[in-house]
DNA sequence: CATATGTCCTGAGAGC
DNA sequence: TGCTCTCAGGACATAT
């Protein structure tokens, strides 16, 4: 489940396709369904193959790629350079997707593929073992309606602290959820809400509402330093090994877990009690019942 | 409006 | 061993 780590890492793993153009896009034919992608493929192919690649940026969970018009779109460029009049590229990997700019984890379920120029004839891909990723190519104004203030909040590594407490104390749900809500505050997942929460020893249950106001300021922190930490080690390759960097080699904050698919096994921070696991809102959630008291 | 639940999808792993 | 069943969860649609 890449979440902002691993999204992170995969879009610095990119970065050498900046000033590349697309050449041919692709969708190879396979026994799996089909990704929804938007346009259509006729339709991102006229618009993607030919544009040159102007730079790349990350919104909450999503790798964007942002392009200049190519020369088979004269009639675009005057309106191009200034970065707001451009198309986008959006890869949304949700559970199991990859950006990758090397040989994918496998054939079979590789999605989309984006031939580039130069001499080494580079290949964007799209992987996603389960295809439940999106791919979409957005107008500026597309873009906004999709990638925007409305619908995603402020970064997780952008958001000042009093920010993060305006915009979540007044909540009524559990705190691990809200941490969920991406519109909220962008870029944490399950994985890491669990880790956030056990750093700064607040039960997961604990309703937003119920937090005290120094409460915030500590929860902030531990969201930085988790969601920074993990960075560093290139994001969590789980037990079934779908995440890898843009490399594709795996990441390694799985390591440093000190809940996430721990149940049962000894709290590291106490020592005493053990990691239990409990589902909210569909989800898992594992916490330490000694370090995190309601 | 805020909050809760159902849905999509494939493959891994459990249980018999 | 080979079958069936359950589960994983991000984002959005729909329900309460």
Redesign the pocket.
Known sequence: ?P?LPEVETMRRGIEPIVGRRVLQLRRPRTR??SIAISPRLSDFRRRVEGARIAATARV???VVVELRPGPNRPGEAARGGNGRGVDRIVF?P??TGLVLLANPPDD??VRLVFELSGRSRRKLLFWD????GVVRLLSPRRFDE?CGPA?IGPDALEIPAAVLCQRLAG???AVK?AL?D?RAVAGI???YASEILHRVGIHPETRCCELRPGDWPKLHAAMREVLLEALRHQGSTL??GTYRTAGNRPGGYQFCHRVYQRAGQPCLQCERESIVRI?Q????TFFCPRCQRR
Request: hydrophobic share 25%; aromatic share 0%; net charge positive.
């Open positions: 489940m979440e799996l369904r909450g969970k999503r949304e949700r559970m079979e379920h073992r389960r295809g439940l999709e619908r909540n009524r749900r959820v969920l991406q997942g399950n994985l037990r079934d589902v809102a569909q989800r898992s």
